[in-house]
């Protein structure tokens, strides 16, 4: 029996119905962006025809229900995340935006000179770069976690460089390069030993995954609403609320304050003290009827059918001698990402040629940059899966590959 009617699916989201190059688009480029279905590009146009008006501040009836709107949203993602409290669920732009703010406003107050930071090897640049600049302001050091031969986190390193010196353990829940799923709950067991904290990336997780801050045990989880078919421009910081109390706000101005004088401040309470200024109310609405679609098909189907893809994926790639996949090879330790190589062409040249078979697959370092450098590319091709996806969809990348492996192998012996 079928998870979910995939037929059914693939009607809700009108761009499946386009054509690029004069072929159907075949869309595999979902770890970059989900596309959207109709039900979330209605509640934006709803929002604006019916009822756009700013929040918690008014006392006018569309006022009143924007806010409502906006504020129900929360209500979902504190359930689609199992967090246990409301107010430590905080609206940001993207999940960039959500780790420069744990950065800024705990990193700044608690990481000292000489403190660690621990990152695995496999991080995404947002997740990456905000602490290095961190490390390198507060004479702190990076330390990486390794991977094994297959991608995967090596328990035992970790065990080894996550200790008394870390102040925290940042990490990915699912990598955007090696579809590899960390084993996050293991790696927080050892950084609250070490009595150190754990921020999970879950821009690739949350929205593949069931997820559940309890279970992943983390003390800060972050994510962007725009892969997991909403629309762009929403991030979410979820926080440990004694965290999220103890610490500064990031940005200031209207909204984050409870009271303000001449010369000092009242900070509002959480989740506003995070919030400053007029948020992406339009987006944030939109973004729960993307929750609602998602909690309907039920997460546990989502990585049902993502396991059946990849699997099926992964085998037919076998089929290419020349293509080097990287990753872990067990579509159950992996997600729908998967990343290749054919020797001596550039990626681009990959994407460039099944684009032209209306196929969007990813090129490039996937900003991923120190990892590129250890896999020895300067990038890979990617193609990426989400719920509209089909096995058919797959044979055609398939057959487009091995066209495109025809026309490079020439091209590259030359
Ligand atoms: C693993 C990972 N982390 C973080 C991000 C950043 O997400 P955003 O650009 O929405 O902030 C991405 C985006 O591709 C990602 O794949």
Redesign the pocket.
């Known amino acids: 029996m079928k998870a979910f009617d995939l037929e059914q699916v693939r009607k809700d989201f009108p761009i499946l119905s386009r054509a690029v190059n004069g072929k159907p688009l075949v869309y595999l480029d979902n770890?970059?962006t989900a596309q959207k279905p109709a039900c979330v590009i209605q509640a934006l146009t709803n929002y604006y025809e019916h009822y756009n008006a700013n929040i918690h501040r008014g006392i006018h009836t569309l006022s009143e229900e924007a806010t409502s709107a906006y504020e129900a949203v929360r209500e979902s993602i504190r359930d689609f995340i199992a967090a246990p409290c409301l107010r430590s669920v905080i609206f940001t732009r993207?999940?960039?935006?959500a780790v420069n703010l744990v950065a800024h406003s705990w990193g700044r107050t608690n990481i000292l000179p000489g403190d660690e930071i621990v990152l695995s090897a496999m991080e995404?640049h947002?997740?990456l770069v905000p602490w290095q600049l961190l490390a390198s302001e507060r004479g702190a050091k990076l330390v990486y976690l390794e991977l094994t031969e297959s991608g995967e986190i090596d328990l035992q390193q970790a065990a080894s460089v996550i200790g008394a010196r870390t102040k925290l353990v940042a990490v990915?829940m699912m990598?955007?390069v090696l579809g590899t799923i960390v084993p996050v709950a293991e790696l927080a067991k050892l950084a609250h030993a070490a009595g150190a904290l754990v921020l999970v990336?879950g821009?690739?997780g949350v929205p593949h995954l069931k997820t559940s801050v309890t279970e992943l045990d983390c003390d800060f989880l972050v994510f962007?609403l725009?892969?997991m078919l909403g629309p762009t421009g929403v991030?979410v910081l979820w926080g440990r609320p004694e965290l999220l109390e103890a610490m500064p706000p990031f940005l200031s101005g209207g909204d984050m304050i409870g009271s303000v004088w001449r010369d000092r401040v009242k900070f509002n309470e959480l989740p506003y003290k995070f919030e400053a200024g007029t948020p992406n109310i339009a987006d944030v609405i939109a973004s729960g009827a993307a929750i609602d679609y998602l909690n309907r098909l039920g997460m546990d189907n989502v990585r049902a059918h993502e396991i059946e893809l990849t699997k099926y994926a992964l085998n037919r790639m076998k089929e290419l001698d020349d293509a080097l996949v990287y990753g872990p090879l067990d579509a159950n330790k992996r997600g729908g990402v998967i990343s290749f190589n054919f020797a001596d062409v550039h990626p681009h040249d990959i994407g460039q040629i099944l684009n032209e078979s209306g196929i969007a697959i990813r090129a490039g370092h996937h900003?991923c940059q120190p990892l590129m450098r250890d896999l020895k590319v300067a990038g890979t091709a990617r193609a990426s899966f989400y719920i509209y996806n089909t096995k058919d969809e797959i044979d055609q990348f398939l057959e487009a590959l091995q066209e495109a492996d025809k026309v490079m192998g020439h091209v590259a012996c030359r």
């Open positions: 770890a970059a993207n999940a960039t935006e995404h947002s997740n990915t990598s955007n990336d821009a690739q962007s725009h892969k991030g900003c």
